[in-house]
């Protein structure tokens, strides 16, 4: 099952900062945040993650509460082509214990 | 690299026949992982593999699916005999595999699968 719980859908206006919450209260201290996102017919597409400190690349920023058990997947500038749906994953992410468990996601719209 | 490769992209098939679905991960990673996406269930994880061995097969619905990776390069998921409960889009992903720092997992563009 799925350790994560996300809105079902949110709308954003094209060019505002798209701001999607994730609730992950039985985090365990060895698991890491993951979002993927998956855009229309195509397969999931990896964002970005962290463990405990905020992150960023060239896509998203992550922002993880101290107590790790929420973060925000923050799209500054959201376009058109960011409508997809968003999945929040927690993830041990090493060897034998690695799975990808994919909860229902956020669909997000953006709004011209 | 080319990314993960999936064939076929689409297939179709009439109930009771052998389905095989094929996958090719991205050189040099370490597991791979093997996904069915429908309306009503979302994203499953059917089944993932660590270095060629199959490590949890918990989500495979039944017998009649099997899956293999015989070498590091390529990776078969058979579904023997198919049902029309078994349309989906089945996705295989791959990922290095070598620390936390370096897990993303790369998905292959689907095979969309219509048993009639």
């Known amino acids: 099952d799925a350790k994560t719980t996300q809105p079902t859908s949110m709308d954003c206006a094209e060019g505002r900062a798209a701001n999607l919450p994730c609730n992950h209260s039985?985090?365990?201290?060895?698991?890491?945040v993951y979002w993927y996102r998956q855009i229309h017919s195509q397969g999931p597409q990896y964002i970005i993650h962290?463990?405990?400190n905020n992150e960023t690349n060239e896509m998203a920023s992550l922002i993880i509460t101290e107590d790790r058990k929420s973060s925000t997947l923050i799209l500054p500038h959201a376009t058109l082509r960011d409508t997809a749906v968003y999945y929040c994953?927690?993830?041990?992410?090493?060897?034998?214990?690695?799975?990808?468990?994919f909860g229902k996601g956020t669909r997000l719209h953006i709004l011209p | 690299d080319a990314g993960v490769i999936q064939s076929p992209r689409h297939e179709v098939t009439e109930m009771g026949q052998e389905v095989t679905l094929r996958c090719k991960p991205i050189?040099?990673?370490?597991?791979l992982f093997w996904y069915r996406q429908t309306m009503m269930r979302g994203l499953e994880l059917l089944i993932y593999?660590?270095?060629?061995?199959?490590?949890?097969d918990s989500g495979m619905p039944e017998d009649r699916f099997s899956a293999k990776m015989p070498n590091a390069s390529f990776s078969t998921l058979k579904i023997q005999p198919s049902e029309p409960r078994d349309s989906a889009v089945y996705f295989c992903?791959?990922?290095?595999?070598?620390?936390?720092?370096?897990?993303?997992?790369?998905f292959g563009q689907g095979t969309r699968l219509t048993v009639v």
């Open positions: 039985t985090i365990s201290g060895n698991e890491y």
């Open positions: 593999f660590n270095n060629n061995v199959p490590i949890d």
């Open positions: 994953i927690v993830r041990v992410a090493l060897g034998r214990d690695d799975k990808i468990i």
């Open positions: 992903a791959s990922s290095p595999g070598t620390g936390p720092m370096n897990t993303e997992a790369f």
């Open positions: 962290g463990l405990k």
């Open positions: 050189s040099g990673h370490n597991s």
